[in-house]
C-alpha cells in the first residue's frame, strides 16, 4: 500500500495507531501529573515540569539515532534490500543501548549543579528526579529505537501495543509507590524504572527472540563501522536539533521559574493537557516519513510528494477539531490537577493560547517528518533551533517587559505558526529525491 495503494488511505491507516500511540503517550505525563500534583504537592510538580526539558536532552541521542534508523530502514525496504534494513536494525539497537548506558551516569552528575541554580522551594526535588531518573535512561533509549524499526516497516501498531502497555503499567505502579506508600517524587522515579525495564524485555524478546518475518539477529554480532558511519552521519543532526530544541525550552523554563513554583506548576499543568493536542496532529510526521522514505527509495518522488500535502491537510483537520474540544472543557480539566486558585488562574489562561497554535505546530512537524524520509535531517535541525530560540525565546525576551509570564505562552503560538510557514516555503523548494548513501552499507543474510 506504501508504494502502490491510495495515498490518503494509506497515510490513514498508517497513521491511525501512531495517533493512538500518540494519545496514550500523551495519556502518561497526565497520569504523573494527576497523582503528583494531588497527592505530592505543587512544589514536586514544578520539579518535575523543570527537570522534563533537561531529561529530554539526554534522550536527544536516542532520537537522533531513531530519525537514522527510521530513514536507512525505509529506504532499504523500499529498495526490497530487506536482509541489509534487519543489518542496520540490529547495529543502531545495539548502539542506542550503549549510547543510553553513557548518559545515565552524566544525568546524575548534572543532577547536582543544575540543582543548585533553582530556587530552593523546588532544589531537593530537581536534584532528586534527575539524579534518579539516570537509571531510566539506558531503556527509554531502547524504545525510541524500536519504535522507528517497526514505524520503518509499516508496523506502526507495534510501538502503539508497547505504549499502551506501558501506560497501564505506570497506572498500575504510580498507584503503588505514589498512591499507597506515598513516596512522592522517588515514587515516580520508581514507577517509571518498573515500567520501562519490563517493556524493555518484552522488547527484547519480540525483537530477537519471538520468530516473525521482522525478526533480527543478535549472535555473531559485531559494531559495522559503515552502517555506524552513515547512521550518526544522518542523525547527529536531529540529535543537536533535539538538543537545542529543548535547551531553548529548559531556558524558557529559567524564565518562567522566576515566578515561583506556583506559575511553575499552572505551566505544567497546561503543558500535561495540550501533549495531547500536540502529538495527534504532528504523529502524521511519523507516517509521511515512512511513506516518503520508501516511495523515494523506489525512485518514485512524486507519490512522496503527494503523500507529504495530504499529510499536512489531514494534520490541519485533526488540529481544528482539538481545538474545538479543549477550549470549551478547559476549566474542567484542570480543576483535575489541583484546586488552587492561583494555579488554575495560570493553567487557564495558558491552556488558551497553548491550544490555539497547535495547527501550526502539526503541519510543521509533518513537512519536518518528510525532510527526514529524504535523508535531509539538517532541515528539521535548523527549523526547531529556529522556532525554539529565534522565534519563541527571542518573542519572549522581548515582550517578557509588557506581557510578564504569558509571554511565554503566547511566544509558544507566534513560533510554531512562523515556523509552519518556514518549512512550507522549503519544501515548495526540496527535490523529492533521497541524499542517503547507501552503496557503502553490503547486504549480508540475518
Known amino acids: 500500500m506504501i508504494l502502490n495503494g491510495s ?3 494509506t497515510i490513514l491507516m498508517l497513521s491511525m495507531p501512531t495517533m493512538l500511540m500518540g494519545l496514550i503517550q500523551s495519556m502518561i505525563p497526565v497520569i504523573d501529573g494527576l497523582f503528583i500534583n494531588n497527592l505530592a504537592g505543587t512544589d514536586a510538580a514544578s520539579a518535575i515540569t523543570y527537570c522534563t526539558p533537561i531529561i529530554m536532552m539526554m534522550t536527544a541521542l536516542a532520537q537522533g539515532l531513531s530519525v537514522a534508523g527510521m530513514a536507512m530502514i525505509g529506504q532499504m525496504n523500499g529498495r526490497g534490500e ?3 534494513a534487519k543489518q ?18 552524566l544525568l546524575a552528575i548534572l543532577s547536582i549543579p543544575i540543582s543548585g541554580g533553582v530556587n530552593s522551594d523546588i532544589s531537593h526535588n530537581v536534584f532528586l528526579y534527575l539524579a534518579l531518573s539516570s537509571i531510566v535512561q539506558p531503556f527509554s533509549f531502547l524504545e525510541f529505537v524500536y519504535n522507528a524499526i517497526k514505524n520503518a516497516n509499516g508496523k506502526p501498531e507495534a510501538p502503539f501495543v508497547r505504549m499502551l502497555i506501558m501506560l ?3 497506572i498500575a505502579f504510580n498507584f503503588i509507590f505514589i498512591g499507597v506508600l506515598g513516596y512522592g517524587i522517588i515514587g515516580s522515579v520508581v514507577a517509571s524504572f518498573i515500567a520501562n525495564l519490563l517493556i524493555s524485555v518484552w522488547m527484547f524478546f519480540e525483537l530477537f527472540v519471538m520468530k516473525s518475518e521482522d525478526r533480527l539477529e543478535i549472535r555473531g554480532f559485531r559494531f559495522d563501522l559503515e552502517i555506524i558511519k552513515e547512521m550518526f552521519k544522518i542523525g547527529i543532526p536531529a540529535m543537536i536539533s533535539t538538543v537545542m530544541l529543548n535547551l531553548g525550552f529548559f531556558l524558557i523554563n529559567n524564565e518562567t521559574e522566576k515566578y515561583g513554583s506556583v506559575t511553575l506548576n499552572g505551566q505544567g499543568i497546561a503543558n500535561n493537557i495540550t501533549a495531547v493536542c500536540f502529538i495527534l ?6 507516517s509521511v516519513t515512512t511513506m516518503v522514505s520508501m516511495n523515494v527509495g523506489a525512485g518514485n518522488g512524486l507519490k512522496a510528494k503527494k503523500a507529504c500535502l495530504v499529510g ?10 482539538l481545538i474545538a474540544v479543549i477550549v470549551p472543557l478547559a476549566p474542567y480539566l484542570t480543576i483535575l490537577f489541583t484546586r488552587q486558585p492561583d494555579v488554575l488562574l495560570v493553567a487557564n489562561k495558558a491552556l488558551h493560547i497553548y491550544t490555539f497554535s497547535v495547527v501550526g505546530f502539526g503541519i510543521c512537524m509533518v513537512e519536518l517528518g518528510a525532510f527526514i524520509g529524504l535523508g535531509r535531517t539538517v532541515v528539521p535541525l535548523i527549523v526547531n533551533i529556529l522556532r525554539v530560540w529565534a522565534l519563541r525565546y527571542v518573542f519572549i525576551l522581548a515582550t517578557e517587559r509588557f506581557l510578564g509570564v504569558y509571554s511565554v505562552f503566547w511566544g509558544n503560538l507566534f513560533s510554531n505558526y512562523m515556523a509552519a510557514a518556514i518549512t512550507t516555503i522549503l519544501l515548495l523548494r526540496v527535490t523529492w529525491v533521497s541524499v542517503i548513501d547507501t552503496k557503502s552499507i553490503q547486504s549480508v543474510d540475518v
Open 312 to 321: 499536512c491537510f489531514v494534520s490541519a483537520v485533526t488540529a481544528v477539531v
Open 82 to 84: 530487506i536482509n541489509t
Open 7 to 9: 495515498i490518503t488511505k
Open 168 to 170: 497501564f503499567l505506570k
Open 281 to 286: 496532529p504532528s504523529s502524521f510526521g511519523t
Open 88 to 105: 542496520v536494525a540490529t547495529q543502531i539497537f545495539v548502539a542506542t543501548f550503549f549510547v543510553g548506558c553513557l548518559a545515565a551516569p
